[in-house]
């Protein structure tokens, strides 16, 4: 699995270095790395993971910046889930979960404010899986868009 230009099963040192040359700025403990810079002319953060004895790259999550208010978060999730499914087709699994009294109909921002809400899809490769989730985080909801190897 690819993210861009760098593949999903590489060493860690070598994807923060290739990312440092986009021109993000960040560090790297141990088999962690976390990075911030501009991705499509919006600023997110870059999360690396790697295995603990191989140091392997086995994960990249794109962190976006997050909406107050249910509309404003899916227009954004849904311009980035269509650019997903543009280059993976189909979902394999939407994730569309809500515990009461809270519905995608009935004060979502509050839902996600409680964390009582999961919303997102999954896309499944040959070479791995592409999650697209709306999380919380602290008290705002934002898009994440992780490759898994």
Not at 37 to 46: A, F, I, K, Q
Not at 76 to 93: K, L
Not at 94 to 111: F, H, K, L, R, V
């Amino acid at each position: 699995m690819m993210f861009r230009t760098l593949p999903i099963d590489g060493e860690l040192k070598a994807a923060v270095k290739e990312v440092k040359k986009w021109g993000f700025m960040g560090m790297k403990i141990k088999n962690v790395a976390a990075l911030m810079g501009t991705l499509d002319g919006e600023d997110v953060m870059l999360t690396l993971m790697a295995t603990p004895k191989t140091n392997t790259l086995f994960s990249v999550t794109v962190i976006y910046e997050g909406a107050e208010q249910w509309n404003e978060q899916m227009v954004q999730y849904q311009a980035i889930n269509a650019t997903i499914a543009a280059q993976y087709g189909e979902p394999t699994d939407i994730i569309s979960q809500w515990e009461e009294p809270y519905s995608i109909d009935n004060n979502p921002t509050q839902a996600f404010k409680e964390n009582k809400a999961t919303y997102g899809n999954v896309y499944t490769t040959p070479e791995g899986k592409v999650a697209v989730n709306i999380i919380s985080s602290d008290g705002k909801m934002c898009t994440i868009v992780a490759y898994i190897d």
